[in-house]
RNA sequence: GGGAGUUUAGCUCAGCUGGUUCAGAGCAUCUGCCUUACAAGCAGAGGGUCACUGGUUCGAACCCAGUAACUCCCACCA
């Protein structure tokens, strides 16, 4: 059985976190090796993941109340209630729970608030698909049994998503859950709303809606997708009407215009929408057409009479510069419509059916319709071609459907005013946003900001608290009593008023609408707004979103955060990127190209999956996911894992002396270099950096290089003081991994290596190591140092020479560095029998420079001189060609002029480095020739 | 149509106010190793005309102009 079939079958016998074989074996070298060997070989996440999520909610770790500490506040972008966790959600959670953890670890009070959100559209169409596999149809339901039925499903699937996130680590304060449509938060929203009523920022009008007419919905117009499609351009002639005298002129005119003056082309792609034809419009410069300035024409089919307008909206060259308008049914129509006082005739229906006033192919689907009515012209002899034609088309972003630009009675907010305030707190920089490349965008939304449509004809979600009287006024209150009596003070009142006539507008209010005040609204800041927790963790600190939502989440929060508390909402604003698979695209359910997260905790454990994530993520950029960066997060994982084994495996021998001190005292140093490293990146939110940072201070610095000097032979003791600062620095390398890794370094930071832990001595609440002192010194040598070892370790594998086979290295110092001190350092990780300062040359030895000082190895049988003498005049033709480089800046009077002092100190450095190599090159040739 | 961004090694990305061995990191690749912490590993190595063309400067991956490709946002051309 060869080492890896060992390890599989080690496997087999071990069950997570089990030190001992399950069942009897008989491999007696199994057992054996279990006997000495009693840590897992790798490590085994699963169990460690469960116990540790659940002490730390027993012991309350998450749990946050307003004390003397600094607080720390997050509040989570709240999921869809009926989601499930996806890519996006895992990078999100991800880096927020690493910013909570941190700062919890810097002592401040962190409340990370979770929640979820009603999502009205999602989530009733979700209920809508539900009760239809039930063979239910909304329609049959009152608004009461449907809203039944949607509570019922959002008790059923609502906790999902959170719970995942427990699986993922994160240590959100789940005592303080909310959803939008908690009682108090929904109470909010319609306090909100008729404060905003009463100060004149909302009101109802007739506007054209992005309407969705399978959600039979209006959508804002962040909603609309808008996405390339191929269409076809249809030509449709109308025939002018003629009047008498028009029929006299034109009579002499007839054999000289090129068009035909009976009938007038227009182009479109909506042919379906020619009954609701208020005009035809033409450009009044267009002398195409001046024939018919004043004239009017039959629509084809139903042969109504609509007058020709002029306006220079118009483009000439577009179709055949003659447009049809069609105010109901078009956003620019509707406007030219009322500049040009036309009549508005809607011929659909909510669901995108033709209506009555449609008159022909009433109750056939706008497409459908399409298609007829361009059979139905073609007969007709009014369709003259049809072109192919790529247009930009709405799509809903919740059902994907055709959105249908519908005139109707809706509830609006302003937004000029509230948006000028919240513009200012971006550009003046209190509020950070990360990175700042979204400050331009946010800037040209805000400036360019229009009403906010708020009112969705849905019934999931707050309704609108209107009140309509049998006259159609209305008033706005917050339940029938209160609006009852605000009815009877209308001047106009009608005689015999009853509560019961009053009737409340069905409409739900727009799920943003009571997102926005979240941050508010989960501190119960609007029903008690002087509270002690809002007073706290109000405003927050950090906000972890996608950028998408920038302008429907963000900014409004940032509005209502102003209107409502006079205050920011928070004070950074982190975007993330888009979770893309490898080939660019966008993750999504649809594609099938997005792996389920639960899914990769199973294999890489939830550590593996969150480095993971970090690891290809840089603030604000897309990131190209790749399972494989799990798998990375994974063996890092085990890395430290194996680590933590070593030094486990280690007796102490009281008697030894520290033989280590040199190389303790470096990896002290280097340990609060990378400190201060990964400060500086978390300080700019670059998370992937702080993270690579860590994982390079441990697998290169901690594992290959401290470790490796210190380690003891095997099966030998090693001396207390080593031992001491070697478990110093574990503990607090499990410390700056925790905020990544908090399971597995939970799980170290228990273990007995580091004494007797009181029950709440936790790595999840230990304090970051403060930054201590950097020996300079020390680590500028020890990089010449490794940079020999790497040189001795590379003669070796070049001349095939086994790395057990100790070598004799000789050195002949130039440059004044105590080699002497890093001795047992060089010794052992070069596997050096002798290490000896040297006053001359060594002849025929293997050598290579370090910093300028010149190594032998004294291989002589090993030295191919034709090979050596190419390396060392390629290494010569390079210093030469860098020394001229060099030269010419220092011989360059305008260098020397402008160039700063330290500057050309750097380059005066450089030049006497390069001669002096260049020197014993020369002399290492000479030698070699002799 | 308007605006923003990106382009550096096979991949994902750093590279701060132009000036250290300024061309870097991780992964992947190649070579040699089952050296009792770790083959989910160890040791070593090879990869780049910094998108292209000009300009400014003593000096440019970095600043400026233009070009190309890609991405995103906004927008009413039927």
């Known amino acids: 059985m060869d080492k890896s079939g060992f390890n599989n079958c080690l496997n087999q016998f071990c069950g997570p976190q089990q030190h001992e074989p399950k069942k009897p074996c008989n491999y007696s070298y199994i057992c054996l090796f279990l006997r000495v060997m009693s840590i897992a070989k790798t490590y085994l996440p699963q169990e460690t993941e469960k116990k540790w999520y659940s002490y730390w909610l027993k012991h309350e770790f998450f749990k946050s109340v307003p004390d003397e500490r600094e607080p720390y506040t997050i509040v989570i972008p709240p999921p869809n209630v009926t989601g499930v966790l996806h890519m996006g959600h895992m990078l999100n959670n991800t880096i927020q729970d690493v910013l909570v953890r941190r700062a919890r670890m810097k002592g401040k009070n962190a409340c990370w608030v979770p929640g979820t959100d009603h999502a009205s559209i999602a989530t009733e169409a979700k209920v809508v698909a539900m009760l239809k596999e039930r063979g239910i149809s909304k329609k049959d339901l009152t608004r009461p049994e449907f809203l039944a039925y949607a509570w019922e499903w959002k008790e059923k699937y609502g906790g999902i998503i959170l719970e995942q996130l427990k699986k993922l680590g994160a240590s959100c304060d789940w005592d303080r859950t909310r959803f939008t449509m908690d009682e108090s938060l929904s109470e909010a929203v319609i306090d909100t709303f008729i404060h905003l009523y009463k100060k004149g920022l909302i009101y109802r009008g007739i506007r054209m809606v992005n309407w ?48 035909s003056t009976h009938y007038v082309t227009i182009a479109t792609t909506r042919p379906e929408t020619i ?54 049914h078009d956003l620019n129509d509707y406007e030219l419509g009322q500049k040009h006082h036309l009549p508005v005739i809607d011929i659909l229906n909510d669901d995108g059916t033709l209506n009555k006033e449609a008159q022909i192919l009433v109750g056939e689907d706008r497409f459908a319709a399409r298609k007829k009515i361009a059979v139905l012209l073609e007969e007709a002899g009014a369709l003259v071609k049809v072109e192919d034609y790529k247009s930009q088309i709405g799509f809903s972003e919740r059902t994907d459907a055709v959105i249908e630009p519908k005139l109707s009675m809706q509830w609006f907010c302003k937004m000029g005013e509230m948006a000028k305030p919240a513009l200012d707190y971006v550009l003046n920089g209190e509020i950070k946003l990360i990175p700042d490349k979204f400050i331009n965008t946010y800037r ?51 005689s015999n008023l009853k509560p019961e006539d009053l009737t409340q507008d069905p409409d739900v209010v727009d799920t943003w609408f009571s997102s926005w005040l979240w941050p508010i609204s989960v501190f119960d800041g609007f029903k008690d707004p002087n509270n002690a927790d809002i007073n706290y963790y109000y405003p927050t600190n950090d906000l972890v979103t996608a950028p998408e939502i920038l302008f429907f989440w963000v900014a409004r929060m940032i509005m209502a955060g102003h209107e409502f508390r006079g205050e920011v909402p928070f004070r950074n604003v982190y975007l993330t990127g888009i979770v893309r698979d490898k080939l660019g695209r966008k993750m999504s359910k649809s594609l099938g190209n997005s792996p389920d997260p639960l899914d990769l905790i199973e294999k890489y454990s939830a550590d593996g999956v969150r480095v993971g994530m970090l690891f290809c993520s840089p603030a604000g950029n897309d990131l190209m996911f790749d399972e494989s960066y799990c798998e990375q997060g994974r063996n890092f994982a085990n890395k430290i894992w194996n680590a933590f084994k070593l030094i486990k495996g280690w007796e102490i021998d009281d008697n030894l002396a520290n033989s280590n001190t040199i ?48 380690k003891p032979a095997y099966q030998q003791p090693v001396d207390r003081a080593t031992y001491t600062a070697t478990v110093q620095f574990f503990e607090n390398i499990l410390k700056i991994l925790h905020p990544f890794m908090p399971f597995l370094t939970e799980e170290l930071w228990h273990d007995e290596l580091f004494g007797e832990r009181a029950e709440k001595d936790c790595c999840i609440v230990a304090q970051l190591p403060n930054i201590g002192e950097i020996n300079s010194r020390i680590l500028n040598d020890l990089e010449i ?29 130039n440059s004044g560095l105590q080699y002497q001190q890093y001795e047992p350092i060089i ?71 402008n160039a700063k002092p330290e500057i050309i100190e750097i380059e005066l450095k450089k030049k006497t480095d390069a001669e002096a190599k260049l020197t014993i090159l020369e002399e290492n040739l000479t030698a070699l020739a002799d």
């Not at 040297?838 to 002849?843: G, Q, T, Y």
Request: charged share 25%; with cysteine.
């Open 212 to 259: 969705d007419p399978q959600g039979k919905t209006a959508v804002s117009d962040e909603e609309v997708i808008r996405k390339e499609v191929n269409q076809k351009l249809y030509y449709i002639r109308y025939e002018v009407v003629v009047d008498e005298l028009s029929a006299m002129s034109e009579a002499r005119a007839t054999h000289h215009s090129p068009l």
């Open 275 to 328: 009954m609701a034809d208020a005009a035809i419009c033409i450009n009044p410069n267009d002398e195409r057409y001046l024939h018919l300035h004043g004239k009017k024409v039959f629509i084809p089919l139903i042969n109504r009479e609509i007058p020709v307008i002029l306006d220079e909206y118009v483009t000439m060259d577009f179709g055949t510069g003659c447009l049809k308008v069609t105010p109901a």
């Open 444 to 494: 040209h939304w805000m400036e360019n900001v229009r009403d906010w449509n708020i009112s969705r004809q849905l019934w999931w979600g707050q309704q609108i608290p209107a009140w309509y009287l049998p006259d159609g006024q209305f008033v706005i209150a917050k339940s029938r009593e209160e609006a009852f009596e605000e009815a009877k003070a209308l001047k106009s009142q009608i």
């Open 663 to 710: 190389a303790i005292e470096w990896f002290g140093s280097r340990f609060n270099e990378a400190l201060g490293d990964i400060e500086a990146d978390f300080a700019q939110y670059r998370l992937s950096e702080a993270l690579m940072a860590t994982y390079k201070l441990v697998w290169d610095d901690f594992c290959a290089w401290y470790l490796e000097m210190i």
């Open 785 to 813: 140092i490794k940079a020999v070892i790497t040189q001795v370790r590379n003669i070796r594998n070049t001349k095939q020479i086994s790395p057990k086979e100790a070598l004799e290295l000789s050195v002949k110092i």
């Open 827 to 897: 010794v052992k990780l070069g596997n050096i029998s002798r290490f000896t300062p040297v006053a001359d040359k060594v002849n025929g030895a293997i050598n290579f420079i370090a910093l300028t000082d010149e190594f032998y190895i004294p291989l002589s049988e090993n030295v191919d001189p034709v090979a050596e003498r190419a390396r060392l005049e390629k290494e010569k033709e390079y210093l030469s060609g860098f020394l001229k480089s060099v030269n010419a800046k220092l011989n360059n009077e305008r260098f020397m002029a």
